[in-house]
């Protein structure tokens, strides 16, 4: 079966469509590689020129003869800078800004829950798991109470959580260890913690969690408004939360990585296997537009903080540099960014 390859996506993503034209499972192999036929089963949908979002994101590469050539998008000048040397390549410890990132390059995760709120383990298997792994820092993000997580913290609950924090960091001073918080957004985009609050925590993840809509700018909106607020580092999961459970709706994704390029507003690319196919879609235009992008496993539980790994894959897919990831940073750089929200020069 040859690989399918990259061109240039749409940036307006009918939910609904995505929904119907999914990539089955089983088109995910181990690598993480999405192989090709499986964009036959979409239901056609016109808003983007009588193809399915699936059919516009991938094409069968002509070449089945050269199946391991067709890494690079289609675009002219971008695909030399991404090529590594065998020097490159071996030297985990030294990636060159415009390199292609790889799953070696990723320092942290910066999106994790525990048990304080829906996660499976302890804060502190998070922490060992994250340091087995050889990560260089880990950032906690567990839900603030709402309607859709009714089991998340609350301020008591975080300022407890920070005392645990502070005791790990000292038990474990290989991880640095964030907290930082994971809020939804309701209906007009504003969040459910006042400034004050939110500014308790090193960083603030902002979600929309499902909606119900039917067509393109209420969901838009709503999504803009989130993107656009000066206190949210990062706009979770912004294609949907597992997509397939998204009601529906039309979503200008364009829009929305304008804002979060005009707010400073960094991107998620969900790199849950099970919902990460589309998340990076729009990644390139992302990276044109300077938005910061952060490969987040959100990992429910610690075997999962692994499946950065499959992000980084699809990153790198997506043409994506490492100056164009938030957590290919150190950590130092990382509380830096958090601090000022600008990425080094590259
Ligand atoms: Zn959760
Ligand atoms: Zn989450």
Redesign the pocket.
Known sequence: MPRARLRDPPTTINLTCVRAARVPRGAITGGGRVTGGHAATGTPCHRVRGETPAEAMFEQHPQEEHPHEDHETSSSDDDCRGRHTLDQVTDLNHAAPYDLVRPCDVKGILHS?SRY???AHTLESMVVTAREIGLEYLGVSD?FRSAV?RDGITLDKARSQRDEIEDLRRRYPEVDLLQGV?VDADHDGALLLDDAALDFFDYVIASVPDTVGGDEDPLTDQIVAVASNPRVTILGKPVGDFMLRRSNGMLDMERVLQAAAAGGTAVEINANPCCAELDWSCCKRAQELGVAMVISP?A?RAARLVDFRHGAELAQDAGLYCSSILNTLSSAELRRYLTTGTMPEP
Do not use: Q
């Open positions: 829950h709120c829906d996660g839900h997580h994971e959100d429910h």
